[in-house]
């Protein structure tokens, strides 16, 4: 598959936005990851913020949103599935941590285009959880309980979990939070 002119700028801002943040992110280091000259990024964004934002929308909604409902693609149970993908310590950058958290944590009260693109973002994601839960319940694994709380518990651990093993360079720190957060949800599991 070729990968076009606009994909590339596309990864190239998210990483470099991802590794940097939007304000140390270098627009030169972009083009040259991208292999392409300003006026090829001019062709299709506005300027660095419009294509930072972009980046941003595209690359989460593709990396978060889709792997976290993958699970529902197969039949149930859901939860076995649900557990697993999180604890899945590949699927994590624990060196630059979630890129959510980063971000929302930079720019929202600075710029209010980030600030509407994260606190969309974060819906979506947040959103995304409770479709698990949802699922779960209308399985019979999980007995009616509150999925948008219980959707908040679970970004909280898994954003306090990564933020600890940032800290602490402790993978188990991941680990440990994620089988706890198990041992809570299955609380409501169906008897």
Not at 10 to 22: C, F, K, L, Q
Not at 82 to 95: A, G
Not at 96 to 121: H, W
Request: glycine share 6%; with cysteine.
């Amino acid at each position: 598959m070729k990968t076009t002119t606009r994909t590339r700028l596309i990864d190239a801002a998210y990483e470099e936005i991802y590794s940097h943040g939007y304000q140390g992110a270098s627009l030169g280091e972009i083009l040259k990851r991208a292999g392409v000259h300003k006026g090829s990024m001019y062709h299709f964004f506005k300027n660095k913020k419009e294509l930072a934002l972009t980046a941003i929308e595209e690359k989460m909604r593709e990396r978060l949103y889709s792997a976290y409902t993958s699970v529902l693609s197969s039949p149930p149970p859901y939860l076995p599935g649900w557990f697993s993908l999180l604890r899945d310590v590949t699927r994590r950058d624990f060196e630059r941590g979630c890129p959510i958290a980063n971000l929302v944590q930079e720019m929202s009260n600075l710029d209010p285009d980030f600030n509407r693109t994260m606190k969309g973002i974060y819906a979506n994601f947040r959103a995304s959880f409770k479709k698990v839960y949802d699922k779960a319940i209308a399985s019979g694994e999980l007995a009616a309980c509150d999925t948008e709380k219980l959707s908040l518990l679970t970004i909280v651990i898994i954003e306090g979990a990564i933020l600890s093993v940032k800290a602490s360079g402790d993978v188990k720190d991941y680990t440990d939070a994620i089988d706890m957060l198990a041992e809570h949800v299955m609380q409501y599991q169906r008897r």
